[in-house]
């Protein structure tokens, strides 16, 4: 008599099922208020691509998840984690800090994993546990001491580039003066959101690809914020001429808005661009992994 397939222990599910219903318990509460507030921003538009691929990546490795547990288990460590990532949702959500809150969705899965499966396989889930970390906000305290220097320099090579062709422009500042129209670089032009969700999005991309090739996988790493901010730069220029030429209702209308979204795109096309050139270039570095 032949088996024909080796049912799933009923240990699987005893241990699954509760951490799933404690992790719906907790954050699916927190995603609704989030899609509802935080995540219809511009500057974390990206959160909710990155849930879902990173719920994507764990469907796809749910056997290391559900399957048969051959490996040490770190109780422990994992308890530590667990409860240091129930303190911070517990701050996070009484005390309306957005940064706790959907940042200890990290710390809470890593402590189960290492309850119930084990160091083994968070070393298999290691991408999604890391990519998590893009679905939390940038601290304030970040974002204002970047953002004022991003501004400057912005407005620096807009001026300039703008003034070789021929405009007439001056800045003062951050503001510039273009024709009878001045402009302010606000915070949202400073390249620094768009440079935070290319680079989720290109690091997903490195992931889907699996390169072999580390000077290839490199380039495109490095290759983020400098594309990010050329896009962003680009954008300013953009808004600037639209202005210009056909007045400022139009420059700040429809358009100010599309404009983000627009050259966003434009950045993803760059960076694809880029990885065609360097798999020209380096061709018997450029297989990917199998699956």
Known sequence: MTTLSKPMPDVMWKSSWPILLGLCVLYLPTIYTFAKTVWQSEDQAHAPIILMAVTFIFWQKRD????????????VIGWMMLLFGLLLYVI???????????GSLVPVLIGSLLITRG??????LWFPLLYLLFVIPLPGA?????????????????????????YPIARSGVTLSIGPYQLLVADACSGLNSMFSLSAMGLLYLYIMRYRSWVRN????ASLLPIAFFANTLRVIILVLITYHFGDEVGQGFIHKFAGVLLFFASLVLLFLLDVFLGWILPKYTKAESR
Request: proline share 3%.
């Open 218 to 221: 490199g380039v495109m790493i």
């Open 64 to 75: 290391y998840l559900i399957g048969e547990t051959q490996q040490k288990l770190n109780p």
């Open 119 to 124: 160091t083994a396989t968070i070393k298999k």
């Open 142 to 166: 970040l974002v204002d001491a970047l953002t004022g220097p991003l501004k400057q320099q912005i407005s620096e090579l807009v001026e300039m580039l703008l003034y070789w062709a021929g």
């Open 92 to 102: 996070g959500r009484t005390q309306g800090v957005r940064l706790f809150e959907i």
